[in-house]
T-cell receptor, first 110, second 111 residues
């Protein structure tokens, strides 16, 4: 079967750094994606890692280790607007739907 | 700018009614998907389609059917709505394996 594990909730202080981890167990692997979803909104694409290493996009970075079946999303200089749910997702093959984790709810507090 | 639209943001139906949820994308994507999202359960795939007239069952297809007569349009049908189908329904499209673009969602309540 396919499974992705991520923490259900994380709380962090405004201005701080937070890391959201994702471990996966899937029949195949083409890369690791991250999506953000604000309450009442639709998921929006944040990043995709096909290769090992760190990808940086502004305040957000995403990391992948294929040998460890593990990745994380790193959010720096947290802002209140970063309060949202974050989902990791894996395409088991080049032409199968994404498998999503259950999501991590991030609360940023003052 | 990429766009996926869904016919309604909010919908209230009665048990036993036939319900149609429409999704349209303007990105010429081959792939389209229907999910439902419930608290604590994440996104669960109902059906998907990789081409016109083509459909594949996802993880929870029971009680649902789909139609894809045109490339840009993917419809989800609840043949006889039940209260346990009260949920947020999300449509998505993609051109490849890495990125999906989601519509705003339809919050369906079945009474």
């Amino acid at each position: 079967g396919q499974s992705l594990e991520q923490p259900s909730e994380v709380t962090a202080v405004e201005g701080a750094i937070v890391q959201i981890n994702c471990t996966y167990q899937t029949s195949g692997f083409y890369g690791l994606s991250w999506y953000q979803q604000h309450d009442g909104g639709a998921p929006t694409f944040l990043s995709y890692n096909a290769l090992d290493g760190l990808e940086e996009t502004g305040r957000f970075s995403s990391f992948l280790s294929r040998s460890d079946s593990y990745g994380y999303l790193l959010l720096q200089e947290l802002q209140m607007k970063d309060s949202a749910s974050y989902f990791c997702a894996v395409p088991p093959s080049g032409n199968t739907p994404l498998v999503f984790g259950k999501g991590t709810r991030l609360s940023v507090i003052a | 700018d990429v766009k996926v639209t869904q016919s309604s943001r909010y919908l209230v139906k009665r048990t036993g009614e036939k319900v149609f949820l429409e999704c349209v994308q303007d990105m010429d994507h081959e792939n389209m998907f229907w999910y439902r999202q419930d608290p604590g359960l994440g996104l669960r795939l109902i059906y998907f389609s990789y081409d016109v007239k083509m459909k594949e069952k996802g993880d929870i297809p029971e009680g649902y059917s789909v139609s894809r007569e045109k490339k840009e349009r993917f419809s989800l049908i609840l043949e006889s709505a039940s209260t346990n189908q009260t949920s947020m329904y999300l449509c998505a499209s993609s051109g490849g394996a890495d990125t999906q673009y989601f519509g705003p969602g339809t919050r369906l309540t079945v009474l």
